[in-house]
């Protein structure tokens, strides 16, 4: 009964200088709700950038030639990847759902007074499905067209759109580098990814490419997905281990290929992002502790001003440690309520900054509840010295203040 006489109270002496009270928590609710804006802007990055890096395929290695050079210094990429790599790998490596070889190469494309330059990939059915590439109108091209190396396209919706424009893109005929080719499929759009832009793109068999379009013998990569939930840097040492053996290296000898991992990249991306949220909150939490110096300075200026009522509140039978919890509630009162509105002065600011911007939004209820523990801490701890100061005070001294 005491503590809710206590916070009964507090609550007066707060509603008795509504403005000073309100000021007094000014800083704790800008505090509050930079912080939590803040957090969200950072989980929302790192889900954009984990949503890109998982939109190109899961449980997924990349292998790729090695370098070559003299004294250190690179003068290309080794021609060393086969197709019977490719084989080999889905022969004898445990865990591998599918392989795709690929070729790559820029190419200019052709449809009647209307040209484009874009990225042309040579490679197997398998690639679709393992780089989460859907087809949006028409088909994927077959095994049989692979086999036979028909002359066969499946375009991005960019290259659509600069070639063909409101024309129909299936079924039409277009010439790459020159070479008359059937479009079968167009590509479900995933958005433009700064260094590369999957929607730009056109995707033939390999055979098609290795042979008709850019005279190559061997691969640029070779794409390998892992059963789902695999480990990947194990199916990573396993396809190593086998590319040794075909390329015939002896013990000692570096590898003439070298592998991706996409655990690594998803790793590297986590911890980017995590530092760039811990910054922006660590940043924001810092208008948390001007709050909270706000709060003590105020809580100071109470002190002083009611120190007569102390002195009476002593004189009746008040402890010390009764009048400390009278200002510690009052001082944990105001940062909480101020906490409260901080809360939904964040989260609105969130969902501002997302409406009002392209920047990806996640607010998360964890970063709620560490801002409100956050100003809980700081109303506690600063409101404790204020506290102590008046459960210190002489009664007789109080009662003769002025």
């Not at 208008?287 to 002083?304: A, D, E, K, P, R």
């Amino acid at each position: 009964m005491l503590f809710w006489t206590t916070i009964k109270v507090a609550l007066k002496s707060l509603m008795a200088s509504k403005l000073r009270s309100f000021l007094a928590m000014l800083g704790i609710i800008i505090g509050v709700g930079a912080v939590i804006a803040m957090l969200a802007m950072g989980a929302g990055a790192k889900k954009q950038v984990l949503s890109r890096i998982y939109a190109m395929g899961t449980d997924l290695l990349t292998v790729r030639p090695g370098q070559h050079g003299f004294h250190g210094v690179v003068t290309g990429s080794q021609q060393n990847l086969t197709l019977e790599d490719a084989e080999e790998i889905l022969k004898k490596v445990p865990n591998v759902e599918a392989v795709a070889p690929a070729v790559q190469g820029s190419a200019q494309l052709k449809y009647f007074n209307k040209n484009t330059r874009c990225n042309v990939i040579g490679t197997g059915v398998t690639y679709f499905s393992m780089r989460n590439f859907e087809i949006e109108k028409g088909r994927a091209f077959t095994e049989g067209e692979v086999d036979r190396m028909a002359r066969v396209c499946v375009l991005g919706p960019v290259t659509v759109s600069n070639l063909f424009g409101n024309d129909e893109p299936v079924g039409a005929q277009l010439k790459i580098k020159g070479i008359n080719f059937q479009v079968v499929g167009v590509l479900k759009a995933k958005g433009d990814m700064g260094f590369y832009n999957p929607d730009d793109t056109a995707i033939v068999p390999y055979t098609t490419a290795m042979k008709q379009l850019f005279g190559l013998e061997y691969l640029n990569e070779i794409h390998i997905q892992g059963t789902r939930g695999c480990d990947l840097n194990t199916l990573q040492e396993a396809t190593s281990s086998v590319l040794r053996l075909q390329h015939r290296l002896q013990f000692g000898q570096p590898d003439d290929f070298y592998i991706r991992n996409q655990a690594q990249y998803v790793e590297m991306a986590s911890d980017m992002t995590r530092t760039f949220t811990i910054l922006l909150g660590s940043i924001a939490s810092i208008s948390l502790l001007v709050g909270g110096i706000g709060i003590m300075n105020i809580m100071l200026v109470t002190v002083t001003e009611r120190t007569r009522e102390i002195g009476v509140r002593k004189a009746i039978g008040a402890r010390d440690r009764d009048i400390l919890r009278q200002f510690l509630i009052e001082a944990m009162l105001m940062s909480g309520l101020g906490g409260l509105i901080g809360v939904g002065v964040g989260v609105g600011a969130a969902r501002m900054i997302g409406k009002m911007t392209s920047f990806a939004i996640s607010v998360e209820l964890p970063s709620i509840i560490m801002a409100l523990s956050f100003a809980a801490a700081v109303g506690i701890f600063f409101g404790y010295y204020p506290a102590r100061r008046a459960a210190k005070l002489d009664p007789i001294e109080s009662l003769r203040y002025e």
